[in-house]
T-cell receptor
Framework: AQSVTQLDSQVPVFEEAPVELRCNYSSSVSVYLFWYVQYPNQGLQLLLKYLSGSTLVKGINGFEAEFNKSQTSFHLRKPSVHISDTAEYFCAVSESSGGSNYKLTFGKGTLLTVNP | DTEVTQTPKHLVMGMTNKKSLKCEQHMGHRAMYWYKQKAKKPPELMFV???????INESVPSRFSPECPNSSLLNLHLHALQPEDSALYLCASSQPLVTYPLREQFFGPGTRLTVL
């Protein structure tokens, strides 16, 4: 079974500052990794995903993440945040093979609050 | 079209009512999902349909009854719900699971359900 740990439940930052949202996972098999964003009263939108290949993944809205297999991490970064980035961010993992490959396992989420 | 639509956006119902939630996608996805999301929590998987057949039921109470009438539509029938069932109900779709390991799920905006 896989699990996801998002180390920070809340991250407050000032506008135009850099931000890193941390995600660690645990799995006995190879995984796919995802970051989703949820704006207030909306569904989840995919920011970026790691399936294979380059460990640095670029997504929408200027976000990027780096897959580190040895540290089992997939941290999300943005060099300069905007007020509009205020949202809940979920890290998720799925097995790349096997009987549980239908299942997205989510972390508990990190609330990013960007202050002026 | 990369959109998953859900109706209604909001629903208030009494514990004796019967209501239905609807979800539609036109991306040709043959896997569809229902999730329940409580406030400040990650989504919890309820049901998975693969090729219009129920393949996964995550031990959901029988007062929730899913239906997949065709490859584009997914319904969730609600009956005799409890106040603790109040939540955001999210629908998602993906490539068919049999031939594709889960790559990403596309989420709808959700239905905010309140049970009085």
């Amino acid at each position: 079974a896989q699990s996801v740990t998002q180390l920070d439940s809340q991250v407050p930052v000032f506008e135009e500052a850099p931000v890193e949202l941390r995600c660690n996972y645990s799995s006995s098999v190879s995984v796919y990794l995802f970051w989703y964003v949820q704006y207030p009263n909306q569904g989840l939108q995919l920011l970026l995903k790691y399936l294979s290949g380059s460990t640095l993944v670029k997504g929408i809205n200027g976000f990027e993440a780096e897959f580190n297999k040895s540290q089992t991490s997939f941290h999300l970064r943005k060099p300069s945040v905007h007020i509009s980035d205020t949202a809940e961010y979920f890290c998720a993992v799925s097995e790349s093979s096997g009987g549980s490959n239908y299942k997205l396992t989510f972390g508990k989420g990190t609330l990013l609050t960007v202050n002026p | 079209d990369t959109e998953v639509t859900q109706t209604p956006k909001h629903l208030v119902m009494g514990m004796t009512n019967k209501k239905s939630l609807k979800c539609e996608q036109h991306m040709g996805h043959r896997a569809m999902y229902w999730y329940k999301q409580k406030a400040k929590k990650p989504p919890e998987l309820m049901f998975v349909y693969s090729y219009e057949k129920l393949s996964i039921n995550e031990s959901v109470p029988s007062r929730f009854s899913p239906e997949c009438p065709n490859s584009s539509l997914l319904n969730l029938h609600l009956h005799a719900l409890q106040p603790e069932d109040s939540a955001l109900y999210l629908c998602a779709s993906s490539q068919p699971l049999v031939t594709y390991p889960l790559r990403e799920q596309f989420f709808g905006p959700g239905t905010r359900l309140t049970v009085l």
